[in-house]
């Protein structure tokens, strides 16, 4: 090749290369100033998604939003309450409770109701909570226990008539029962009457244990002080178990009808009494149950009916039901003899009077109860009428015995003397 030739080709190829450097600068630029595009991974709704099973965070009284068709404006009341243990309360996945939930201005609208797992217990199924403008829902969640030896409280109340007047008394029944296997410890609760009632006699509060089985009955004698519809609300009762965890256990609501002050109205007072209160196995034991009329008016068609407790007595003699009428300030009296059949506690049972008055409305009422403990007889218990016969018979052997010897020493003393003279 020439030098001209070769000098040539030299001068081509830095060209080129200037070239493709000048280009690859370019590039370089444009890429530093493009704006990226994201990927939808991340999009700032989906960089931190809530995990499926996450539970809500509680929101005291928090209301979720109603559904779409309801109306802002409407609004209904709710109360849910779990038993026999405090366990969250969910609506549409959110807490709003443990235990008890009360809203007076929730929306009105359908939602989801679920509950929280509590240890030892199977909790209640979802549900639908339908609210309505206007309307109360009661709603009440009641968990299962798994395991035994835990005590389980039922716990109810009655009004012995659900139309009173004003000043009327009324007497408000209440019953624990333990229904479960265990002890409830330290069992406790204050009845709570509105403003409507006013506390005549009687306490409404109790405070101790309950044995399996057992049954706390606490009656007290309210006057209803204003007209219209009394609403009793639900009595909640605390308690413990064996193992030192709490429960708490709810009642159901009652109902007053109070109207204007009758002039005339019949009111029964039931009086049970025995004879004693210890005795022994086998022994007799006389009941007496005193009805009367301490109102106003006469009671048509009363229908008095006692029983006995299955197991620790049986009837003897007397009857134990009547049926009749009693005017004012008139008394029935029903006496009847049992025997008692088993040592230990016994309790003999309330009595029950159903009612009528003039204007055909009904009444209850239940009389106190009375518990005996009967004893097994020992040996002096068995022969004390022999060994007071013996007694009696050895003392005057006795008084005899001593007399004679009196006697004998008195002669020898006069034997004596006549000797000396």
Known sequence: M???NALLGLLLGLLAVSAVAQNNTTNQTNVSNATPTPSPAASPVNASP???NATPSPAANASPSPSPSATPAATGEVKIITEPVDGDIL???VVVGNGFYVNASFPAGLYRLSYG?????RKPDDTSLEVTAGAKVNKRGVYTAEQTGVARLRVTQEVAKTSAAVDEAVDIILKVTNEGDGRALNVSFTAAFPDCLKLQTGEP?????LDAQELKRVVYTVKPVKLGLCLVDPTKVVYFSEAGKRFTATSNDINVVVTAKQEATPRLTLRKEISKADPFVGDEVSVTLTIKNEGNAPAPMVNVTDTLP?????LRSGPTAWSGSLDQDREKVLSYTIAVTQEGPCTLPSARATYQDERKSLYTKESNEKALAAKARGFV???KDLVSVFAVTGG???AIVTIINISRKAKGKVSEKKKKE
């Open 2 to 4: 020439s030098p001209r």
């Open 50 to 52: 809530s995990p499926a």
């Open 91 to 93: 609506i549409d996945r």
């Open 117 to 121: 797992a509590v240890a030892g217990y």
């Open 205 to 209: 509060a109790f405070k101790g244990d």
């Open 310 to 314: 299955p197991g620790c007595a049986s």
């Open 381 to 383: 218990d068995q022969y």
């Open 396 to 398: 005057a052997i006795g």
